[in-house]
């Protein structure tokens, strides 16, 4: 039966990917890429969605592809089923693993590390649902032992010393929150991943090299999620060009302003010495992501995120060319923030209300996989000037949504989300002289609007 399994499936993929409006190429005998098989999850996912019910699994890059064809099966076979309860309760490949997969790794391991234990995050999802039952038990009892006693580290903590470790503990496990503080931007980490086209006629190792030499240390690689302590050059099929090829430039975790300078290197060598003719073209389909760390995993912080990013969402759609605003491009949709968002309690409350859905202008799912909140809505660009004042934007609106603020009254404007997130002036003008110039009337091909721009 085990053997006969990968075969059924693909049939049956075959049969739900046919009939589904997305232009994937399907046939019993092919198995999908990972990208496609995320495609035709997405329109089943949206229909749900549209139909008022709630979706509750996800699909896995760390699982097999056959494991996630089969998840978009049974998505698929429960829709038409015409259930009136949730359409995916029950999954059986994914419910109670996935649940004590991501406590076990993204609760309880921090908090056993701050009370003293040598454990480590699993990197996948190996057992099966009662072998992490068996993991998150063992571990909670561990934890518990060492909080309750106030042996926290080696020693035996007794009295004073006892309380602050163990009440970091208790918090930890009751989801309580610190205090709702504005958080210092240049403490928070991030990362920048860069989409572009390169020529053909210069490798994916020679661009490595090239920057490596200009100081920064940088990899080709392929295509991986891995979070390196150098740069990398990675392939990505979802960017096209005639004349050209895709790939994507992606930092290292860094931090504060000092790390600019990287950026910046980097730019140079993608331009090169022509900035009227860079080396490395943007088209449409690129992007620029960037990640922001979080300093730790509960609910509030992302929350707030959505909430602030929802308002102030028609300013950053006037920030950014048409191809990234409102539903222009599918790897970049729409924020939502809904009533069920708001009552949540919990990450996974909250990521049930938002759909697991990662391609989205704010990207839950990266917390995760990554500890990150992503935002994806910027433009593909290699210039440094543009990347650096995006990441001091998203940096600056992590920094201030950890404090809860209020919305402001009235509507959303661009003078309102600058003192929201406590803009200095360069950054007030940059922000200014780029929504002036993407408000340019153009041509359909964006002609002129820079003509106009270079008269003014």
């Keep these: 039966m085990a053997m006969n399994w990968p075969r059924w499936i693909k049939r049956e993929w075959h049969r739900v990917a046919s009939a589904t409006p997305v232009g994937v190429p399907s046939s019993p ?25 709630s979706v509750d699994i996800a699909l896995n890059s760390l699982d097999s592809r056959a494991y996630n064809m089969a998840r978009v099966v049974w998505l698929h076979g429960a829709l038409a089923g015409n259930r009136d309860e949730n359409p995916t309760a029950g999954w059986r490949l994914n419910s109670s693993r996935r649940r004590n997969f991501d406590r076990f790794s993204f609760t309880l391991v921090p908090l056993a590390r ?70 210092d931007w240049t403490n928070i980490t991030y990362g920048v991943e860069i989409e572009c086209i390169r020529p053909t006629n210069i490798s994916m190792a020679e661009f490595a090299r090239l920057i490596s030499e200009a100081g920064v240390p940088c990899n080709a690689e392929h295509y991986n999620h891995h979070v390196s302590r150098a740069w990398k050059i990675v392939t990505d099929g979802s960017l096209s060009d005639r004349n050209g090829i895709g790939m994507e430039v992606v930092s290292p975790i860094l931090r504060g302003e000092a790390d600019f300078e990287q950026i910046r290197k980097v730019s140079e060598v993608l331009i090169g010495a022509n900035r009227n003719r860079p080396v490395c073209r943007i088209n449409r389909t690129c992007g620029l992501h960037c990640h922001n760390g979080l300093p730790r995993r509960e609910h509030n912080l992302p929350k707030n995120i959505f909430r602030l990013y929802h308002h102030f969402e028609s300013v950053f759609d ?58 994806r809505q910027h433009a593909g660009t290699v210039e440094a000037e543009k990347i650096i004042e995006w990441v001091k934007l998203v940096l600056k609106l ?37 929504q002036a110039y993407l408000a340019l009337p153009t041509d359909g091909r964006g002609r002129r609007r820079r003509v106009e721009a270079e008269a003014a």
């Design 29 to 53: 005998l092919r198995e999908p890429s990972f990208e496609d098989v995320e495609a035709v999850y997405g329109y089943w996912w949206r229909a749900a969605i549209d139909s008022g019910r």
């Design 114 to 183: 701050t009370v003293g234990l040598n454990v480590r995050v699993s990197r996948a999802i190996h057992g099966d649902a009662s072998w992490w039952v068996v993991r998150v038990k063992w571990l909670e009892g561990q934890v518990g032992h060492l909080v309750l006693t106030g042996n926290v580290g080696a020693p035996a903590a007794t009295g004073a010393a006892a309380v602050a470790p163990r009440t970091v503990a208790e918090n930890a496990v009751a989801g309580t929150v610190g205090p709702a503080t504005v958080l």
């Design 398 to 434: 992590t920094a201030v949504a950890n404090s809860v603020p209020p919305l402001p009254e009235g509507p959303a404007t661009l003078d309102g989300l600058m003192t929201l997130v406590g803009a200095d002036e360069a950054s007030k003008a940059y922000w200014r002289d780029r």
């Design 318 to 375: 006037s920030l950014q060319p048409e191809s990234r605003r409102g539903n222009a491009n599918g790897y970049a949709r729409p924020t939502t923030y809904t009533a069920r968002m708001n009552e949540a309690t919990t990450l996974d409350q909250l990521r049930t209300a938002y759909g697991y859905d990662r391609y989205r202008k704010v990207n839950m799912e990266s917390i995760w996989r990554h500890g990150t909140i992503e935002y």
